[in-house]
């Protein structure tokens, strides 16, 4: 699959959960299949701005362990406010593309980690998620 994770790193999760946020990240790394021909991993992290920290088409990323290695590297810091639209947006124009790495032939999967409290500037979902090109969409609140 081409898996696109998308983190919220916004001051309204505590320093502590931010922490466990990408704990869990690198646990759900190491319960893939990640390999070249096998699931492929496109990382975004949120907060005022959408930032892609990784594509499916970063071959150097088609391991375990550079996945693990990235997300150690990501600061810790947050920032302010939540705009999950944008990682939304970010998703599907930069991760679900052939630019993006995308393959046909393999499901898109996307999971948003986050608090749930986007901003209330957002772009309203019912707006965005249509534009998606992923066959399963789950969202994990914490």
Excluded at 49 to 68: G, M, P, Q, R
Aim: proline share 4%; aromatic share 10%.
């Amino acid at each position: 699959m081409d898996l696109a994770i998308l983190v919220d790193r916004t001051r309204s999760l505590s320093e502590a959960n931010y922490k466990l946020l990408k704990g869990f990240v690198a646990q759900l790394i190491d319960g893939l299949n990640i390999g070249r021909d096998s699931t492929h991993v496109g990382l975004i992290f949120f907060d005022s701005k959408a930032k892609v920290i990784s594509t499916f088409a970063d071959e150097s990323l088609y391991t375990k362990d550079a996945l693990y290695q990235l997300v150690e590297k990501i600061s810790d810091r947050r920032y302010k406010p939540t705009r999950t639209d944008k990682a939304l947006i970010a998703a599907n124009n930069k991760l679900f593309t052939a630019e993006g790495g995308d393959r046909p032939k393999f499901p898109n999967v996307l999971v948003i980690l986050t608090d749930g409290k986007t901003n209330p500037a957002s772009k309203p979902f019912a707006e965005i998620t249509p534009l998606l090109k992923v066959s399963v969409n789950f969202e994990f609140n914490l």
